[in-house]
C-alpha cells in the first residue's frame, strides 16, 4: 500500500494550494484519509482526516476555516484544498490511512497507517 502525495509548491502569504492523494492498487473509498505535515524541528502534526461512507470530517485547530478537506471515489483522490495560508503552515504534508478520524474535533489525529512520499508546501513572500 503506498499513498502519493502532490500539488505542493512556493506560494505567498494569504495565497491558496490545492494537494492531492492519490493511491496504487489500493481503494482509498473504504479508508480513513488524513493528512499530516512536518517541519523541520518540529513534532508530526496532523491536520485533517476525512472518513469512509458517510463521510465525516475532522480540523485541527491551527487549520480549520482555512483548509477543506474532500473525496473523489471515481477518481481514487483525496484532496486538501488550502486557503489563507500562513508562512507558519509550511512544511512536507503527506496523506495517510488512519484507523478512525477523530470523533471530536477537541481530539488529535490518530497515528497514521500507511503513507508515501509527501509534498513540500513552502509559504513566504
Known amino acids: 500500500v503506498q499513498l502519493q502525495a502532490s500539488g505542493g509548491g512556493l506560494v505567498q502569504p494569504g495565497g491558496s494550494l490545492k494537494l492531492s492523494c492519490t493511491a496504487s492498487r489500493f481503494t482509498l473509498d473504504y479508508y480513513a484519509i488524513g493528512w499530516f505535515r512536518q517541519a523541520p524541528g518540529k513534532e508530526r502534526e496532523g491536520v485533517s482526516c476525512i472518513s469512509g461512507s458517510p463521510s465525516s470530517t475532522y480540523y485541527a485547530e491551527s487549520v480549520k476555516g482555512r483548509f477543506t478537506i474532500s473525496r473523489d471515489n471515481a477518481k481514487n483522490t483525496v484532496y486538501l484544498r488550502m486557503n489563507s495560508l500562513k508562512p507558519e503552515d509550511t512544511a512536507v504534508y503527506h496523506c495517510?490511512?488512519?484507523?478512525?478520524?477523530?470523533?471530536?474535533?477537541?481530539?488529535?489525529?490518530?497515528?497514521?497507517?500507511?503513507w508515501g512520499q509527501g509534498t513540500l508546501v513552502t509559504v513566504s513572500s
Open positions: 495517510a490511512t488512519y484507523a478512525a478520524c477523530p470523533a471530536s474535533d477537541s481530539d488529535s489525529m490518530f497515528p497514521p497507517g500507511y
